[in-house]
């Protein structure tokens, strides 16, 4: 048959379609959707929705054979599909169908498909259809976002699972599920905290409520009662466009090697400690035994000892004196590690205090040919602190300072701040490097003296620190290498004994 009579036949067709439905055509046309007709091989009349869809004008498409049209992972359903809508069988009238443009360009239509039984009793489809290509890009896409996270978080040892905002674990890796392979039902579905056999509350304190409050990342560790296991979990909150929480990231990782590690790090170290306090107090003893019999044998010889022997004598107990500071500061950095220390707080005038720090030192600065000079703010209120401890810290910054500093001088001030009162002992001395800085309240660090000879314990800065931090306060520096240092602490206002 020519293709003349083949156009002729549709149009006979599409004609008698016309005439039992007069404004068919014209609904079709103003619809929204793609409204097609069609037999078990041609399209018989498409809506200019459908065929623009397609890429085709609409005289264009009828030419086209239904099979061209289809994708070749749907064609033969769709021609199963066909056969029985046309041999009167019933089908599912809703299905998603993949076709082809004119250009080849690949997209899903959602399909409601019927058939009609015309006055010469010939049947013909009909049919509905939507363009849902974007729905299915992103339902396949969501897919292989999915598949690739079970991929990636099972090959994870740490527990990962997802909360929703009522709490109900919505996915979780391997890891996870292995380690609840014990519970009854499923872990997916279920609440978190029914995991952790509280059947009708949250935990406390639950660190995902915290999540929800400040929409951050929350970390806290967790024991599970039944394996004794420590776990540190972390929760990242998911917000959605108009930054709402709607879900939780957890990753719980297992740390109970690193505890026990821990503890036995924590029970050499107090081992440690109690070793270095029991030999420096047993060092005391005998350096005293020491340090007087070189006193009574200086004074008993003085006569008879040249200068050589006398000099010898003085450095002896120069290093007898500085043996005995190495040993108060490890015992008091000790003390004050382990807690052993009790603040005795007491009311006190700050600035009183610096001025008797600045008398005491103002000689030992004389000696270096450098000077101190007070700059005291006289609203600063009292102040419960601790006396003895904080003359402790003012007399080891104004050492240091004097010790390092040359040429110049040393300014003490004293500023009250509402809620706080600020001492800044600075100086004019050799400073401090960038790169040393951040480490110098640390133990045992030592700075650069250009006396190598005067070296200290490298405990001082640490035992300030010890001791200001116990008041609530904090201390820091600030330092150009070169130029000069200042040292600051800080003590709170409302400290009560």
């Not at 359903?77 to 069988?89: N, P, Q």
């Not at 005995?324 to 009790?342: A, P």
């Amino acid at each position: 048959m020519s293709d003349t009579n083949e156009q002729e036949k549709s149009n006979g067709i599409e004609q008698s379609l016309f005439l039992e439905t007069g404004f068919f055509k014209a609904i079709s046309e103003n619809s929204q959707f793609g409204i097609i007709v069609f037999d078990d091989k041609n399209l018989l009349y498409t809506n200019s929705y459908f065929s623009n869809l397609l890429e085709y004008s609409q005289n264009e498409i009828l030419q086209v054979p239904i099979h061209h049209i289809i994708h070749e992972d749907y064609y033969e359903i769709e021609t199963r599909t066909l056969t029985d809508l046309f041999s009167g069988k019933e089908i599912s009238p809703h299905y998603e169908l993949k076709v082809y443009t004119k250009s080849k360009k690949i997209i899903w239509l959602d399909v409601f498909a019927s058939s009609y039984r015309l006055q010469d009793d010939k049947i013909v489809g009909y049919a509905t259809t939507f363009d849902i290509t974007r729905r299915q890009n992103a339902f396949h896409q969501e897919k292989l976002l999915m598949s690739r996270w079970e991929n990636t978080f099972n090959s994870v040892n740490d527990l990962i699972f997802i909360l929703n905002h009522e709490y109900t674990i919505t996915m979780a890796n391997k890891a996870f599920k292995a380690f609840f392979r014990d519970s009854q039902e499923p872990v997916i579905g279920k609440k978190c905290y029914e995991l952790v056999g509280q059947s009708d509350r949250k935990c406390v304190p639950c660190i995902a409520v915290e999540a929800i409050k400040d929409q951050n990342i929350h970390t806290q560790e967790w024991t599970d009662q039944k394996t004794n296991r420590t776990f540190l979990i972390t929760v990242l909150p998911i917000l959605d466009d108009i930054d709402k929480t709607t879900s939780f990231i957890n990753i719980a990782r297992d740390i109970t090697n690193l505890k026990k590690i821990e503890c036995d790090l924590m029970d050499s170290l107090n081992v440690q400690s109690k070793m270095i306090s029991v030999v420096s107090h047993e060092l005391r003893t005998p350096l005293a035994a020491i340090k007087g019999g070189i006193d009574l044998l200086k004074i008993t010889l003085t006569k008879s000892l040249d200068a050589d022997q006398k000099n010898l004598l003085d450095i002896i107990l120069r290093n007898i004196d500085r043996l005995h500071i190495y040993i108060n500061d490890v015992l008091d950095y000790e003390k004050l590690r382990s807690g052993q220390v009790k603040l005795k707080l007491t009311k006190n005038d700050m600035n009183a205090i610096l001025k008797e720090a600045y008398d005491l030192m103002t000689p030992l600065a004389s000696e270096k040919g450098i000077s101190i000079r007070l700059d005291l703010d006289p609203e600063l209120p009292l102040l419960h602190f601790d006396k003895n401890k904080v003359i402790q810290v003012i007399a080891n910054l104004l050492n240091n300072a004097i010790k390092f500093t040359s040429e110049g001088g040393i300014t003490i001030y004293s500023r009250f701040n509402t809620n706080y009162i600020e001492i800044t002992i600075e100086d004019t001395g050799v400073g401090i490097k960038e790169n040393e800085l951040p480490f110098i309240f640390q133990s045992f660090v030592q700075l650069y003296e250009p006396d190598q000879q005067n070296k200290g314990s490298g405990l001082g800065l640490s035992i300030s620190k010890e001791i200001i931090e116990k008041h609530g306060g904090k201390i820091w520096a600030e330092s150009v290498f070169g130029k000069g240092s200042s040292f600051h602490f800080t003590l709170p206002v409302n400290q009560e004994p």
